[in-house]
């Protein structure tokens, strides 16, 4: 398995990011602990310095597997299915600025919140539609440029649209674009998934890109979510992309970060030698 984590290329609001604060020290540190990539979380990639943030991830090695949209939604308020249709243009305009980077990178772009979230004024048929108009629409020019988008389902409590895998099979269905799938997230699953394992295999080559986040959105080890079935989910689907790290630390940092990245790889070694029992543990 290939692992990456979270990094915000700048200040955020949003608290499942491992390290926050200066992003080349944090680059640094990353590549440190033993991750193979960075998951960028970029708000408007028109204010961001992309040469010297590629300049500091290539210094290490460390490659781009995905760019996230979240803080468009939760610091601007931008989304899919506002009521207001300068506010819906406005998000599907920031999804497509991120393009240009993405096809420089290779990244897959994440869309989870900024499709929007259940809103008093508007009925659940118009944010339908809503939300298939700005999909078919960003799914469309990302494929001029072999740019690959993914949807993640977000739990009830977060969002009242695309909840579970099946809500999202059903989405790409509907949308009919090559390059749209989803990025399945263990912390949403354990809500939404009657079986975690199983909803993998039930999204197999749509799932573009996997976040892990234990049951209390820690890091792995630190709740109670069976990642031995998780990993081996995705070994048997032929899973070959990352699975990245967005979880909280609460001020613990790197060190949630690195026993995150540790249980993991401790799990993996366990099951090439055939015996895998870990015990959920707090910082050890």
């Known amino acids: 398995m290939k692992y990456s984590l979270c990094l915000s290329v700048s200040p955020t609001q949003f608290d499942a990011i491992p390290l926050e604060g200066d992003f080349a020290k944090n680059v640094k540190k990353v590549a440190e602990l033993g991750f193979d990539g960075v998951e960028l979380a970029i708000r ?20 781009v597997p995905v760019i996230g949209t979240g803080q468009a939604w939760g610091e601007e308020g931008l989304s899919f299915t506002d009521p207001d249709p300068q506010v819906r243009k406005k998000a599907v305009y920031r999804v497509i600025s991120h393009f240009d980077f993405a096809a420089e990178t290779g990244a897959v772009i994440i869309i989870g919140l900024l499709r929007g979230v259940a809103n008093v004024d508007v009925s659940a048929k118009d944010a339908n539609q809503w939300i298939f108009e700005a ?14 988008i993914a949807f993640e389902p977000i739990n009830r409590y977060e969002t009242s649209f695309i909840n579970c895998v099946r809500d999202g099979l059903s989405l790409i269905e509907k949308v009919g674009a090559p390059n749209l799938g989803m990025v399945l997230d263990t912390f ?3 809500i939404e998934e009657p079986c975690i394992a199983e909803s993998i295999k039930l999204a197999a080559s749509k799932m573009f890109h996997l976040h892990y986040a234990d049951s209390n959105r820690m ?23 990352y699975f990245s790290g967005e979880h909280r630390s609460d001020s613990y940092g790197a060190t949630a970060a690195a026993n995150g990245l540790n249980f993991l790889r401790k799990i993996e070694k366990e099951m090439e030698k055939g015996n895998c029992k870990i015990e959920n543990r707090l910082f050890v």
């Open 188 to 190: 949403h699953m354990n």
């Open 219 to 241: 890091y792995p080890g630190a709740g109670h979510i069976d990642f031995k079935s998780v990993i081996k989910a995705a070994q048997d689907i032929g899973y070959t992309g």
């Open 44 to 63: 408007d990639p028109l204010l961001i310095d992309k040469e010297k943030i590629l300049r500091e991830l290539n210094q290490y090695g460390l490659v």
């Open 135 to 148: 999909f078919s629409h960003c799914c469309e020019e990302a494929q001029k440029q072999n740019v690959r």
